[in-house]
């Protein structure tokens, strides 16, 4: 059978477990519907031009897996940032793991979806956030249809939340491949502050296919610092479906580094309703081997006085490709606008490949938009410079490669992430130098 | 500690070192003038290992190992360095942290332990006292934005922190005026001894009087075509190089 048509067939199964007599129920329903009109993306559609689902989509995924092998502290936790004392919401399977989460419900709410969708207590914020900036297109569709589990953040007005909140998904193998459909919902109140850190993580080399949306609702004045580290193993994909809808004065960062699975794609969508907000995208994805990473960012522009900051760096060794589509939308309203997007790339091996497309639409005419991309080699000269004082060649070209993408890690807030970030970078760079620059 | 016999070397099948001869002796100084295209840089490049020469035939020896099949950074852990006419600006890439990893990087070639941070530490501190680099100065991207003299400063910075035995500086005096060429030439002179040796390539007189030379060579169409000792260098000033060209006829 078909992955779409038995998706499209299990639904009745997962209505079993769900209450569907509720608001949110029809709005899966809906979705479904909507999924089925759609399905899979093809790359037939300008937007997965570069990016084929195909190969992935002949796995015969299990659609709910089993609760998963039990799983280990001492095993998995490499993949926390452990050094800090942090909220975890963790999955495993797509399940909730209570022994790996630390959530919290005193001055704000850091706990799972599913107790959100069923307790009356959350029903306004739900009936106010839900689905209501995810765009309608068909991976999310497929998501909102099958919406039960994931991370579910409310922070109220005026909170300043010390510690960072991890949402973690591992999958454990205990089916050949397995599909799941987390999904987040983020609402941080006026004046709050709040910082995320997202990782999908497959333990096994079994398939395994994520296909995640997340909504975040900044309101005034609120300040959302964002984290995605995507490392997983080299049969993992996943779908990133991120939605942010911001209000005036507010800061949402989002920094995704892509170090490798088998095909990840980034669908990180910003939509300004509000003036002098500041939307910040950055990326660094270092890849190799047939892995994939393709980033389609979109910027919405509605009102006046906002700024955008993209910055992707890409490096691409052996067969790997990448994609990098950035998207910035100015409307005719959104005066004195400051677009800025920068996108470079190292292309190691003479069979990577990167297929870059900045896309600008811009129907104000006070605005300042600018774009830049480049595509490289890594300059001999400099290489041989380094050799020439001592450092070999290819320490050379991983402290060369660090530093082209070591602009992105700047804005790293947390500094236990940014040393992460520096370890996994060094490690997929296969340098040991001391990286600290 | 270093010589060079009939050394030919090409570039895309262009001949550029046609039979170089050349023998530097532990606690020397030797200059190599010569006019444009004469071969000079290519020879620096080549003692250095760059890659993209092709050398067809001769020797290259240091302290009686033939370096001359070695990586660029194994000759330079053997204790050669090239103060480039160009240097390369690596962005991203702090002076002080390269010059770490430079340190670093040769120590383990050598089965040595990092050099512990305090004596980095001092060590930076001496050596840029010594060339008056600004503190400031060693926090910023290697060579990004700095100006022709503050790139040549730190070239001459980076060797005093290496401490090499054969130092070539491929023309260290372009983009330097007075001053600068006055506390370059004095740095280079702080670290000269008995043990070590330095090779200058210029076109100029000037930077002379204050690195004496014990040896002047002329470098003409890919090969040393006259020796002498500093008078030479005078000689060169007043007359050119024509009278040399005249003489090879």
New interface residues.
């Given amino acids: 059978m078909e992955l779409k048509d038995k998706l499209l067939s299990s639904y009745v199964a997962f209505e079993d477990n769900v209450d569907t007599n509720s608001e949110i129920h029809d709005i899966r329903s809906k979705a479904l519907e909507n999924f089925d009109k759609l399905g899979f993306p093809s790359k037939k559609l300008e937007t997965w031009k570069y990016t084929s689902l195909n190969s992935l989509l002949k796995n015969d995924f299990s659609i709910f897996p089993d609760r998963g092998r039990a799983v280990a502290l001492a095993d998995v936790k490499q993949y926390f940032i452990h050094d800090i004392d942090t909220y975890k919401v963790v999955f495993i399977d797509g399940k909730y793991s209570s022994f790996l989460s630390a959530t919290t419900h005193e001055n704000f709410d850091v706990c799972l979806m599913s107790s959100a969708l069923n307790k009356s207590k959350y029903k306004s914020v739900i009936e106010t956030y839900f689905n209501k900036v995810a765009k309608q297109d068909n991976l999310t569709s497929l998501n909102t249809a099958f919406a039960s589990e994931g991370a579910y953040i409310h922070i109220p007005k005026n909170i300043e939340v010390q510690k960072p909140i991890q949402i973690i998904n591992f999958t454990t193998g205990s089916e050949p491949a397995t599909m799941t459909q987390p999904r987040n919902l983020i609402v941080v109140e006026e004046n709050s502050h709040v910082q995320i850190i997202e990782r999908h993580q497959s333990l096994t080399s079994n398939a395994v296919l994520s296909n995640v949306v997340t909504e975040v609702f900044a309101a005034k004045s609120a300040t959302v610092d964002y984290y995605k580290i995507q490392d997983d193993h080299i049969n993992a994909s996943l779908v990133d479906n991120t939605y942010v809808n911001q209000k005036s004065n507010s800061v949402v960062s989002v920094h995704t580094f892509s170090f490798g699975g088998n095909i990840t794609r980034n669908n990180l969508n910003f939509y300004q309703n509000g003036e002098h907000i500041d939307s910040i995208l950055k990326g660094i994805t270092i890849i190799e081997g047939k892995q994939h990473v393709d980033h389609h960012t979109l910027v919405h522009h509605i009102e006046p006085n906002c700024e955008s900051h993209q910055d992707y760096k890409g490096i691409y060794d052996e067969r790997s490709t990448g994609v990098f589509n950035g998207k910035v939308i100015v409307e005719k309203e959104a005066q004195k606008t400051n677009a800025y997007q920068q996108n470079n790339n190292v292309l190691v091996s003479d069979k990577s490949t990167i297929n870059a497309k900045p896309q600008l639409e811009i129907f104000a005419d006070d605005v300042k938009c600018s774009h830049g991309c480049t595509i490289g080699q890594l300059?001999d000269?400099?290489l041989?410079?380094?050799?020439?004082?001592?450092?070999?060649?290819k320490?050379?070209r991983g402290?060369?490669m660090?530093?082209?993408a070591?602009?992105v890690l700047e804005s790293v807030k947390i500094p236990e992430v940014k040393s992460r970030i520096t370890k996994l970078i060094a490690n997929k760079l296969k340098v040991n130098?001391?990286f600290?620059? | 500690m270093l010589k060079i016999n009939n050394l030919h070397a090409s570039i895309d099948e262009k001949s550029i070192l046609k039979g170089l001869n050349l023998q530097v002796n532990a606690g020397e100084v030797h200059a190599i003038m010569g006019p444009n295209g004469a071969g000079k840089s290519t020879f620096a490049n080549i003692v250095?290992?760059?890659?993209d020469y092709e050398v067809s035939n001769g020797i290259i020896e240091l302290n009686g190992e033939d370096i001359s099949e070695l990586?660029?950074?194994e000759?330079?852990?053997n204790g050669?360095?090239?103060s480039?006419q160009y240097?390369?600006?690596?962005?991203?890439?702090?002076v002080t942290?390269?010059?770490?990893?430079?340190?670093?990087?040769?120590r383990k070639?050598k089965g040595l332990e990092?050099m512990p941070a305090k004596d980095m530490l001092k060590k930076i501190r001496e050596k840029s006292e010594l060339l008056e680099i600004d503190r400031k100065f060693l926090s910023r991207s290697l060579n990004e934005g700095f100006s022709g003299g503050e790139k040549k400063r730190n070239e001459i910075f980076?060797m005093a922190m290496?401490e090499p035995k054969l130092a070539i500086l491929d023309e260290t005096d372009s983009g330097l005026d007075i001053d600068a060429l006055r506390i370059v030439a004095n740095g280079v002179n702080k670290l000269k001894s008995k043990d070590n040796a330095v090779i200058v390539i210029t076109h100029y007189q000037r930077l002379l009087d204050y690195i004496v030379p014990d040896f002047v060579h002329v470098l003409h169409d890919g090969k040393i075509v006259k020796t002498g000792d500093a008078s030479l260098a005078l000689e060169l000033e007043a007359k050119g190089y024509d009278w040399i060209k005249k003489e090879l006829v």
Wanted: charged share 25%; glycine share 8%; no cysteine.
């Fill in positions: 300059d000269d400099a041989f410079y380094m050799q020439q004082r001592g450092i070999p060649k320490e050379g402290l060369l660090f530093a082209f070591n602009t130098i001391g600290d620059l | 250095a290992g760059k890659e990586a660029p950074e000759r330079a852990h050669v360095f090239l480039f240097p390369v600006e690596i962005p991203g890439v702090s942290n390269f010059i770490k990893t430079a340190i670093n990087e040769t070639a990092d980076q290496l």
